[in-house]
């Protein structure tokens, strides 16, 4: 029979600390890198969100719902942690587009990854490019993009100098193209490459093009 009165109520109570107790045991008890992903995950949302000067740990740390003595113990400051997002954000990038270098399959990758995480792709390529902090970290990865899609159209592109040209342009395209798509809502996912891969496709062949060649976009989309 249940307990009724004073005593029932103390014990009810009890009962209750003890289920929270083993309710916030439970949330803190995950493996160590289990618990590093679910805070990576949660600060891409919230730099995504304001950016890296408006967030403060307090605010990813209730994003991930952990306390600020358990982010301390994964990450020392909020740069080592945007860092550690940008690394993640980069690492997962290329997983999904599957190769090092530029191939048919570069811009379905390209595609696939930002629609399976926007905050990180919009993070990676547009807002880490306006914190001064980390321009280190956008360079180099500018120049990664560069050297990938340079080995790629140096064979095709007759001029050193349009081949260059050509080599800054096109991973830029590229991912602003879809960076568009994703603010567009994502449509028409199936031919999303296809389509980006139509602008990147004229840039090439104005870059190989001659000098006397009609290069006008009546040419090149007849």
């Avoid at 990938?148 to 096109?170: F, I, N």
Wanted: charged share 25%; glycine share 6%.
């Amino acid at each position: 029979m249940a307990e009724s009165g004073p005593r029932g109520s103390i014990t009810a109570r009890g009962r209750s600390r003890g289920s929270a107790r083993v309710g916030s045991l439970k949330r803190r008890l995950l493996p160590r890198a289990q618990r590093r992903e679910q805070i990576l995950v949660a600060a891409t949302r919230a730099f995504a969100r304001a950016g890296f000067a408006a967030t403060n740990l307090e605010e990813i740390a209730n994003e991930a719902a952990v306390g600020r003595v358990i982010l301390y113990r994964h990450f020392e400051s909020k740069a080592e942690l945007y860092r550690a997002v940008l690394r993640r954000a980069e690492d997962r990038l290329t997983a999904v587009t599957g190769s090092p270098e530029f191939s048919d399959s570069s811009l379905d990758g390209l595609v696939a990854a930002a629609a399976a995480d926007p905050s990180a792709f919009r993070l990676l390529f547009h807002h880490a490019s306006r914190e001064p902090e980390f321009r280190a970290e956008t360079n180099d990865l500018r120049a990664k993009m560069f050297a990938v899609t340079h080995r790629y159209l140096v064979g095709m592109v007759p001029d050193p100098a349009w081949a260059r040209w050509a080599s800054s342009l096109v991973p830029t395209v590229a991912v602003e193209a879809v960076i568009a798509w994703l603010d567009s809502g994502q449509p028409e996912k199936a031919s999303a490459a296809r389509r980006i891969g139509g602008a990147v496709a004229a840039i090439i062949a104005v870059a190989r093009s001659g000098e006397g060649d009609d290069v006008s976009p009546q040419a090149l989309c007849p």
